[in-house]
């Protein structure tokens, strides 16, 4: 069974920096996608960014200008790079890696990032 093993989330102050790894436990082949989504206290999980194979991307409007997602093929990994971080950015983020073959999507166990004002 594949799992995502995520890290590099914590407490950080306004303004600063993150940067959030997600790893599979073993390669997925055919991945058609990968993605971090986050879900606040008493809120639904929401998109954060979205990364096809090809490289396009696609941001919550939230977050464009100061994340950034990328993603290394041959590791099966994504990040997310978070700058200029904010209040509201405060949540338990959540990696995607969707399988395009056997359709299936593998989630991150989540990890929680916590930016004080």
């Known amino acids: 069974q594949v799992q995502l093993v995520e890290s590099g989330g914590g407490l950080v102050q306004a303004g600063g920096s993150l940067r959030l790894s997600c790893a599979a436990s073993e390669t997925i082949y055919n991945i058609n996608a990968m993605g971090w989504y986050r879900q606040a206290p008493g809120k639904q999980r929401e998109l954060v960014a979205h990364?096809?194979?090809?490289?396009?991307?696609n941001y919550a409007d939230s977050v464009k200008g100061r994340f950034t997602i990328s993603r290394d093929n041959v590791k099966n990994t994504v990040f997310l790079q978070m700058n200029s971080l904010k209040p509201e950015d405060t949540a338990v983020y959540y990696c995607?890696?969707?399988?395009?073959?056997?359709?299936?999507?593998?989630w991150g166990q989540g990890t929680q990032v916590t930016v004080s004002s």
């Open positions: 990364i096809t194979t090809g490289g396009s991307t």
């Open positions: 995607l890696i969707q399988d395009g073959i056997n359709d299936v999507d593998y």
